[in-house]
Nanobody
Framework: QVHLVESGGGLVQVGGSLRLSCAAS????????MGWFRQAPGQEREIVAG????????YYGRSVKGRFTISRDIAENTVSLQMNSLKPEDTAVYYC????????????????WGKGTLVTVSS
């Protein structure tokens, strides 16, 4: 089965940076869209960033545009999320997801999900 494993979460101060990584295994991802999502306490899950494995123009959620950068390393089967200028409202569990067919706007996006990694931004 396909497995996605996130890493890199932790505690960071306001204005700091973190780099999250999603390691993919168990399948072929050449046709898949990869995405980073997050869910904060009491809030709905939202898309943070997305990119096709084959390489397209990255998509960014409005709240992170200009601060976060998504990238993928084909050789390593990883998708990363570089997070800069972190704010308290960025505090959430961040999830890596993959889907071969659906677009990020589809509420059913995500054939595969990681278990998440917690990012806490403190002031």
């Amino acid at each position: 089965q396909v497995h996605l494993v996130e890493s890199g979460g932790g505690l960071v101060q306001v204005g700091g940076s973190l780099r999250l990584s999603c390691a993919a295994s168990g399948g072929t991802f050449s046709t898949a869209r990869m995405g980073w999502f997050r869910q904060a306490p009491g809030q709905e899950r939202e898309i943070v960033a997305g990119i096709m494995w084959s390489g397209d123009i990255p998509y960014y959620g409005r709240s992170v545009k200009g601060r976060f950068t998504i990238s993928r390393d084909i050789a390593e089967n990883t998708v990363s999320l570089q997070m800069n200028s972190l704010k308290p409202e960025d505090t959430a569990v961040y999830y890596c997801a993959a889907d071969r067919w659906r677009d990020y706007s589809d509420p059913r996006f995500g054939e595969y999900w990681g278990k998440g990694t917690l990012v806490t931004v403190s002031s």
